[in-house]
Structure formats: structure tokens, C-alpha cells
């Protein structure tokens, strides 16, 4: 079954965002959703939020799903906002237990953060499947970029998140905390073990060079044939290296800080204090 997938390009945070929809029906699917924030202000915006639901209304849909890839480092999620707008469960994939039990040490989260995913409303595992209305997805566990990463397969479209990028920029950085470039290359393989013809969605785009339109639909076929990074057949060896010399130089995404605090708790912002304010901290020196 072929669905029907409107994408939402967040040019501040280089994010697409996905809206998959079941071809027969009415039922449909929204796929890493953003937040709008403000480093420097400390303020959020929902406009990137504001048009899926309006595209969803405006349709007349009904959302199912609120599906993360993983916990995204460079933008904040809208989850839980467009489920307060027009319904949907929260899901991600079971690994999140580990994400939060490293980054609640990170951020000195203390007890009272729970580190058993139950902020979310579905926590999946490799082989699961799910419905969208007569619309089938199942769930490949592909980490690497970080130990919770998921790749939604939706009838012919697989939604990679951050694992793979457009041919012509290659694949995800490993360097983060849990993350493995030699655990990110049997994942790759494992989707490029999809047929051919399967599209892919990309969950981020930064015009490579030479590229001047922002892009982020492929197929596994011209991943395998294309990507610079695991394409023509590249050895895991000549990946590993290739991918550990290029994280090596790196700069922290610039809102991981705010990102990571949010997306572990299912995209909802840390306790109020007593006096009813949010605050996000900042550790020194521990990223």
C-alpha cells in the first residue's frame, strides 16, 4: 500500500516533519513534529506545529500516531501539544529507557525523573507493527546515531529520522552518548536491505554541495547506488573510519541542550518550580 505522505520543512532546525496518511481513509500518522524555540530568548513558538494541525483539520483527518524517530538533539518536539490539538498516541522506541538513564545523569534529574519511558504512550520494539487506519507500519530498530533510533516502515515509504540523509550527504553522526558507528552501519544495512523501489523519508536536509533545493525523499535503490557514505558497496571498515574522523570535528548541535531535556520527557518541559516557572539547565563541561 502506497500512503499518502505531506511533508513540513522547519527551516530554522533543517527538520522535516511528515504527515502519513492512509490512501483509503481518514486516518493518518504525524512524524517528528517540532517546537519552535529560542535559545537566546528562552521563549517557544508553535507555527511549525500550527500548520500540521491545520493541514490535519483543514483535511479532516484523524491522527493515530505522534511517532519519534528517536530523542532528537537539534529540535524540540510538538508531540504533546498536537495531541492536546487533535489526539494521537506518543511513540517511540523502547531504548528511550537508556537515552533518559544517561541523560538524567547529564542533567542531575534526580529521582523524581522517570527513566522508564512511561512519559510516552507506546514504547516499541524491533518486529512491532502498528495500524493507521487499514494502513500498516512496522518498527526496525536502527541505532547507531543513538541506542533508541526507529525506522517507521509504512507500507512503501520507510521514515529513517536522522540515520540516512539524502545520497548526496551521506549518514547520521555517532558521537553522541550511546552512539556507535559500527552499530550505525548494521542499520543502514538492515534498510538497505528493503526492496528498492522503498521510498525513503529523511529526517533532515542541509543542501549538500552543488544541491541548491532543500530535498528529502529517496529510494533504497539510489541510497545503495548513491549515498557517499555506505553506497557502491562500502566496506564496514572504510565506513567506520570515515564516519569516527568526521564526528571527530563536529560541533554540538546548538540547541542539544533545551532539545534533550524536552524529548526525553515525551516533549514536555521539566517541572514548574514552586513559584510556577520552567527552567532548563545547562551543565558545564558534560557534552
Known amino acids: 500500500m502506497t500512503p499518502i505522505v505531506t511533508a513540513f520543512f522547519d527551516e530554522a532546525t533543517n527538520t522535516i516533519s511528515y504527515v502519513v496518511q492512509d490512501p483509503n481513509g481518514k486516518s493518518c500518522a504525524v512524524i517528528d513534529s517540532v517546537l519552535d524555540f529560542d535559545y537566546s530568548?528562552?521563549?517557544?513558538d508553535t507555527k511549525s506545529a500550527d500548520d500540521i494541525i491545520a493541514y490535519v483539520q483543514k483535511n479532516d483527518l484523524q491522527v493515530e500516531w505522534l511517532l519519534e524517530s528517536h530523542v532528537h538533539a537539534d529540535h524540540l518536539s510538538a508531540a504533546p501539544y498536537i495531541q492536546e490539538k487533535v489526539g494521537g498516541k506518543i511513540?517511540?522506541?523502547?531504548?528511550?529507557?537508556i537515552v533518559q538513564d544517561t541523560f538524567g545523569k547529564v542533567f542531575n534529574e534526580g529521582t523524581e525523573f522517570q527513566r522508564d519511558g512511561s512519559q510516552f504512550d507506546k514504547l516499541f520494539v524491533e518486529g512491532d507493527s502498528f495500524m493507521i487506519g487499514q494502513l500498516r507500519g512496522d518498527v526496525l530498530h536502527t541505532p547507531g546515531h543513538t541506542p533508541a533510533c526507529l525506522t517507521y516502515v509504512i507500507g512503501d515509504a520507510a521514515f529513517v529520522g536522522d540515520t540516512l540523509f539524502m545520497p548526496d550527504f551521506g549518514t547520521a553522526r555517532c558521537d553522541f552518548p550511546g552512539g556507535s558507528s559500527e552499530v550505525l552501519y548494521n542499520s543502514i544495512q538492515k534498510i538497505l536491505a528493503l526492496p528498492d523501489e522503498t521510498r525513503i523519508f529523511v529526517g533532515h536536509d542541509y543542501k549538500?554541495?552543488?544541491?541548491?533545493?532543500?530535498?528529502?525523499?529517496?529510494?533504497v535503490g539510489e541510497q545503495k547506488a548513491k549515498n557517499i557514505h555506505v553506497g557502491e558497496g562500502k566496506s564496514k571498515d572504510e565506513?567506520?573510519?570515515m564516519r569516527d574522523t568526521r564526528d571527530a570535528t563536529l560541533a554540538m548541535p546548538k540547541l542539544i541542550i533545551p532539545s534533550l531535556q524536552v524529548n526525553m520527557r515525551a516533549g514536555q518541559m521539566p517541572e514548574p518550580d514552586d513559584q510556577g516557572d520552567v527552567f532548563l539547565k545547562v551543565p558545564v563541561n558534560k557534552l
Do not use: N
Not at 511513540?91 to 529507557?97: A, L, S, V, W
Open 239 to 241: 565506513f567506520v573510519e
Open 41 to 44: 530568548s528562552g521563549r517557544t
Open 208 to 219: 549538500a554541495p552543488g544541491r541548491d533545493e532543500y530535498a528529502w525523499e529517496t529510494t
Open 91 to 97: 511513540g517511540i522506541g523502547d531504548r528511550i529507557k
